[in-house]
């Protein structure tokens, strides 16, 4: 479904349509809950991700936005987390904050190229000089390259509200997977 709605919009990258008509090929019928979209984003390389981001508007139903919270507590709470650089901490204040289970905070708290807490900052509504403290402190990867951190913001700015909503509502319809601990 996915993969037919975002035919219909001109610059649909075409190496993630190919992703996904290959993972419908491998399902048939299709995964009615986002399963395979949820592992074709954990599994693809950073620059899919960011066409997958940046193109999610496109599918998603700006009808079910959710209001987007007010930087406070919750914002300092995860702040706190990633600048005392406790990655298991900021993971169980997220799965809280966005309503998913542990093992997905984890997944995102950990990951090695950052996209997935660009997604949660954008749904929380994250002021753009807290986003950068986080990502420079939450995980060493991330942080220790500064062109990957201007990158990271700039996808956070490209981001839409409503790409960022959908992803969360994959995240929260689907029980997490476990996976390697030398996934990158």
């Not at 509502?169 to 996976?179: D, G, L």
């Amino acid at each position: 479904a996915v993969a037919a709605k975002l035919r219909q919009y001109p610059q649909a990258p075409t190496a993630v349509l190919r992703r996904l008509d290959s993972l419908a090929a491998a399902k048939p019928g299709g995964d009615e809950n986002g399963e395979d979209l949820l592992e074709l984003f954990f599994s693809s390389a950073p620059e899919e991700r960011r066409l997958i981001l940046t193109n999610l508007d496109v599918v998603a139903d700006p009808i079910r936005r959710r209001p987007v919270p007010s930087e406070g507590e919750l914002v300092r709470r995860l702040e706190r987390a990633a600048l005392r650089r406790n990655p298991s901490e900021f993971s169980r204040i997220l799965a809280r904050a966005l309503n998913i289970r542990r093992g997905l905070a984890e997944r995102i708290s950990f990951d090695n190229s950052g996209e997935p807490v660009i997604v949660a900052a954008k749904v929380l509504g994250m002021k753009t000089d807290v986003l950068q403290r986080i990502l420079l402190f939450l995980n060493p990867v991330v942080g220790q390259s500064v062109p990957r951190i201007f990158e990271l913001c700039q996808l956070y700015s490209e981001l839409s509200s409503a790409a960022a909503e959908y992803m969360l509502t994959i995240w929260q319809a689907n029980p997490v997977r476990p996976h390697a601990e030398h996934e990158t």
